[in-house]
Nanobody, 123 residues
Framework: QVQLVESGGGAVQAGGSLRLSCAASGRTFSNYVMGWYRQAPEKEREVVSITYSGGRTYYRDSVKGRFTASRDNSKNTVDLQMNSLKPEDTAVYYC?????????????????WGQGTQVTVSS
């Protein structure tokens, strides 16, 4: 399966920005739908976005207009630009790869997961 490594997490004040990156290796990156998930303490893991190989992206309502996911198939990377961050965005963020999925995705659609990167937003 494809191997995924996230980076770019950190601590920021409300209203600030962070850019997360996910680097993929192994099987052909362009064959996968790439997802961003997050999990806050004592909360279920929830989808943030999914991006298809051609660039079409879906977002959960709470991040629309603030987050932008993008992918570069030539570099085997997917990024998540997060603006206007809120304390409720605090979570561990994961990138994930699925051979096929639809919106809204099921967690079980994703066969590969990164290790996660912590995002902390203070008020």
């Amino acid at each position: 399966q494809v191997q995924l490594v996230e980076s770019g997490g950190g601590a920021v004040q409300a209203g600030g920005s962070l850019r997360l990156s996910c680097a993929a290796s192994g099987r052909t990156f362009s064959n996968y739908v790439m997802g961003w998930y997050r999990q806050a303490p004592e909360k279920e893991r929830e989808v943030v976005s999914i991006t298809y190989s051609g660039g079409r992206t879906y977002y959960r309502d709470s991040v629309k207009g603030r987050f932008t996911a993008s992918r570069d198939n030539s570099k085997n990377t997917v990024d998540l630009q997060m603006n206007s961050l809120k304390p409720e965005d605090t979570a561990v963020y994961y990138c994930a790869a699925a051979r096929t999925t639809r919106w809204p995705p099921e967690r079980s659609d994703f066969e590969s997961w990164g290790q996660g990167t912590q995002v902390t937003v203070s008020s």
